[in-house]
């Protein structure tokens, strides 16, 4: 952590933004930490010299624009957004030579309430910018006093994209559609019937849209083949129901995946 007596701050307090405060408490207990919420001038930034920005990725898009003014010359900027090349272009044209991408992979009960200190313990970290090679060795110190385990990608959040698509956009679309078709199947009134299965499955459809918007809309490229992808695939299943075989296949296939998901 770079001059902790000039202090971090911190662009959004929920989840994420208030358990890097809990976080960094742990680890400077001394350290100023200011938090700047929606509404708030970007001003009350100060002189800090770790900016993060931890908005929803259409917040950290409207902000980075106005983010040059607000902070110093030698302030290391880090988002925490769930996508990642489009907050790049966005830096790379704000001007922000310190600027790293990040997107920690930790997770829990949303808002600043479900915040604790220990959220990113062993929690992997990404980070990226090859363009700032001396940021990103600042960000690598910063989310590892954190307790996180730093992932540093090589380009400009191409590969963090893809993989996101996958293993987290992907299964979310996949199961909020899923609810919402069953729901229409049988009507709200008989989901008292589901059992177990459904209710495990379907865990991820009580998620908002707020966030949701805008990593969709910043990860459509990505995204959009993988879910025409999934409904080529379920379209072939839906004609194979009485292949034992295909149904052996698919669901081998799929038990195998598993276990190499954490």
Known sequence: MPDTSRGLAIVGPGLIGTSISLAAERRWPTLPIRTIDA??????????????????VGAILEILPALPAAIDSEALVMDTGSTKRAIMIAAAMAGLRQF????????????????????????????????????VRRAVKFVEALGATPVVLADHGEEHDRLMA??????????????????????????????????????LAASGPEMWQSILATNSAELKPLLKYYATELSLIADRLDDPDAIKRLFDEAARAKTSCP
């Open 39 to 56: 509404g708030e001038p970007l001003t009350k930034i100060g002189g800090a010299l770790v900016v993060v920005l931890a908005a929803p």
């Open 100 to 135: 790293v991408g990040g997107h920690p992979m930790a997770g829990g009960t949303a808002g600043a309430g479900g915040a604790r200190a220990d959220l990113f313990d062993g929690r992997p970290w990404f980070l990226t910018n090859p363009d700032a090679p001396d940021a």
């Open 166 to 203: 996958a293993v987290s956009h992907l299964p979310q679309v996949a199961v909020s559609t899923l609810m919402a078709v069953v729901a229409r199947a049988v009507g709200p009134q008989n989901l008292q019937w589901a059992g177990n299965g459904l209710r495990d499955s379907t865990r």
